[in-house]
């Protein structure tokens, strides 16, 4: 069965640092999506991407978030300046149309800012 | 009104029970509709999709009522493996022409089937 993979599945990283999550989407879906869960909380969309540009995003993706595909293959999250509340599960999607398909999702980095 | 409410529970039931879990959502123009499971730390992944006619998959009855805006999921004979949190997932897919299928999802709601 068709997969998406994240890496890294775990990152601790200092107060104001700058993290890249990367995602590689199943090959022939068209939308891709980043999601967040922190602990304890429900999951959050963050950003939906479609043709190669941003087509939503929430509230929590402010300026200090960033979404890239750089190759056919890659879609990676950057957090420019990393803040304790970070701190969460964060999910990659993707979907060929999901209407009334459903969505898969990676199996998620826990980013840990300390 | 959350966007998307169920009921957290806990649901504590033995091998062989049925459960049924409950959702409602407050966005009219909301397109399509998932039941998903989370296991602790993991990934949600797709449970079923949730049509307006019902649908079965096995041990697993999905209804949707879009008059009440309700969705419901039934799960028969419980299986130990069946312990996990339920989420009721909304997709606005197309909503107001603007969005590109954001899944909105509820709290979850967490079963633990006992011996």
């Known amino acids: 069965e068709p997969e998406v993979t994240q890496t890294p599945s775990h990152q601790v990283t200092q107060m104001g640092q700058e993290v890249i999550l990367r995602c590689v989407p199943i090959?022939?879906?068209?939308?891709f999506y980043w999601y967040r869960q922190i602990l304890g909380q429900k999951v959050e969309f963050l950003v939906s991407?479609?043709?190669?540009?941003?087509?939503?995003k929430s509230e929590i993706f402010d300026d200090q978030f960033s979404v890239e595909r750089p190759d056919g293959s890659n879609f990676t999250l950057k957090i420019r300046s990393t803040k304790l509340e970070d701190s969460a599960m964060y999910f990659c999607?993707?979907?060929?149309?999901?209407?009334?398909?459903?969505?898969?999702f990676g199996s998620g980095t826990r980013l840990t800012v300390v | 009104r959350k966007e998307v409410e169920q009921d957290p529970g806990p649901f504590n039931v033995p091998e062989g029970a049925t459960v049924a879990f409950n959702c409602t959502y407050s966005?009219?123009?909301?397109?399509?509709f998932f039941w998903y499971r989370q296991d602790c730390r993991k990934e949600p992944k797709l449970l079923m999709s949730?049509?307006?006619?019902?649908n079965e998959d096995g041990r697993f009855t999905a209804q949707l009522n879009r008059a009440s805006q309700y969705i419901s999921l039934l799960i028969r004979d419980s299986k130990l493996s069946d312990s996990a949190t339920y989420l009721c997932?909304?997709?606005?897919w197309g909503a107001g022409g603007t969005s590109y299928g954001k899944l909105t999802f509820g709290q979850g709601t967490i079963l633990t089937v006992h011996p």
């Open positions: 997932v909304v997709n606005d």
């Open positions: 999607a993707s979907t060929s149309h999901g209407t009334y398909d459903g969505y898969t």
């Open positions: 966005n009219s123009a909301s397109q399509s």
């Open positions: 949730v049509y307006s006619s019902g």
């Open positions: 991407f479609y043709n190669n540009e941003i087509s939503e």
């Open positions: 090959s022939n879906h068209l939308y």
